[in-house]
């Protein structure tokens, strides 16, 4: 079993930038993406950012394209997400998602972590 511990959520003002990380111990699922959904307050969960953690190959939501880019240090076992040019809108709790799968242009998770908040101040 996976698990993934975020860290790095607090609050910013519009227009800065803030870097999520994500520990992954336990199996990880090397044969699947990993990445990033959130949760506004009142939305259901969306999807941020993938990765495939061999090839390192992204997906990226429209919303976040060009703003935020996910990566990961295979040899730590840690995902990141570095958002930068943040807006209201991005406020919300952040979860690391493991053992993810794409159909229909939808993405789904395998495993959670407990997630992180970022909330964007004006």
């Known amino acids: 079993q996976v698990q993934l511990v975020e860290s790095g959520g607090g609050l910013v003002q519009a227009g800065d930038s803030l870097r999520l990380s994500c520990a992954v111990s336990?199996?990880?699922?090397?044969?699947?993406?990993m990445g990033w959904f959130r949760q506004a307050p009142g939305k259901e969960r969306e999807f941020v950012a993938a990765?495939?953690?061999?090839?390192?190959?992204?997906y990226y939501a429209d919303s976040v394209k060009g703003r935020f880019t996910i990566s990961r240090v295979i040899a730590k076992n840690t995902l990141y997400l570095q958002m930068n040019s943040l807006k209201l809108e991005d406020t919300a709790v952040y979860y690391c998602?493991?053992?993810?799968?794409?159909?229909?242009?939808?993405?789904?998770?395998?495993?959670w972590g407990q997630g992180t908040q970022v909330t964007v101040s004006s």
């Open positions: 990765i495939t953690w061999i090839a390192g190959t992204t």
């Open positions: 998602a493991g053992g993810l799968q794409t159909s229909g242009g939808n993405w789904y998770g395998g495993s």
């Open positions: 336990g199996r990880a699922f090397s044969n699947h993406p």
